[in-house]
């Protein structure tokens, strides 16, 4: 990416931040879902009409959506609006009330546990990537990724190596399933100087099924879930003493010890849970 197309793309970013606003959350506690038929809440059938307004989104399939690199090109210029205006949305809706504010601040209702190498089962794998995120270098962290447990729960990924749970947080969308969201790893150096400020984003996918968005903690009841699959995090605090490090308890004593030494080589003030 040339300079000069670069500049551009910030532009084009800046005015789209100022101008995309959709509406402003209502202050009304507690919040009317106002379920349809279908079991569908107002929030749901609002976003639904949102995405109709930019038209059925066809540009980019849902795995091109979780590439940085081609999500950023100019020419797909209308998907990345609708889904910076989906998750504006949602949080308008969620930040402007009161009731929803809270429970979605409150780390002991929603815990936050972003696993590392979700895609990738190898323990040495996720041990490599550990220093990543106990030491960001000065710059602005990027969102994450993390599973939402709800309430005491069971933590159920046994079938990864560590999890990091971030005890102060900003979730910025929440989802049933998968969200399909940006993959970090696909953000080049180009794309990570363009969002220094705020850190690299990850949005939903212009492709989510409107019924698995959750705005209320009435939706994660009624939906029955044990879980919400897909938490976006911001603005989380990485400091040892607000962090906690999930460690599968069927690793190899090897494994082990290599997760602690690091742990230790930073801080000792890490809370280590063997789940």
């Not at 895609?119 to 990537?129: C, F, G, H, L, T």
Request: glycine share 4%.
């Amino acid at each position: 990416m040339s300079l000069k197309n670069l500049r551009t793309l910030i532009r084009k970013i800046i005015f789209e931040s100022q101008n995309n606003r959709v509406r402003k959350g209502v202050a009304n506690s507690p919040v009317d879902l106002k379920l349809d038929d279908r079991g569908l809440s107002a929030d749901q059938r609002a976003l639904g009409g949102i995405k109709g307004k930019y038209g059925a989104e066809r540009i980019l399939t849902k795995e091109e959506q979780m590439d940085h690199a081609i999500t950023h090109m100019p020419e797909y210029k209308n998907s990345q609006n609708l889904r910076a205006v989906i998750k504006r949305w949602w949080n308008d809706r969620v930040y402007g009330n009161s009731e929803r504010a809270q429970y979605f601040s409150n780390p002991n209702k929603i815990k936050c546990i972003h696993w590392l190498g979700f895609y990738e089962e190898d323990p040495e794998v996720a041990i490599s990537k550990l220093e990543t995120y106990l030491s960001p270098a000065g710059k602005r962290v990027p969102e994450l990724s993390t599973i939402g447990y709800l309430n005491d729960r069971y933590i159920w990924r046994l079938d990864k190596s560590i999890g990091i749970e971030y005890k102060k947080r900003t979730i910025t969308f929440a989802y049933s399933w998968d969200a399909f969201t940006e993959f970090l790893s696909s953000a080049t150096p180009e794309i990570e100087q363009i969002h220094r400020g705020s850190g690299v984003h990850k949005r939903p996918n212009t492709l989510i099924n409107i019924d698995n968005v959750v705005f209320d903690e009435r939706d994660v009841e009624r939906m029955r879930l044990k879980r919400i699959n897909e938490c976006i995090i911001d603005n989380y605090d990485n400091s040892p003493e607000n962090v906690v490090i999930h460690v599968n308890p069927e690793l190899n004593d090897e494994h082990k010890k290599k997760i602690e030494n690091v742990l230790k080589s930073y801080s000792p003030n890490y809370i280590i849970r063997y789940n």
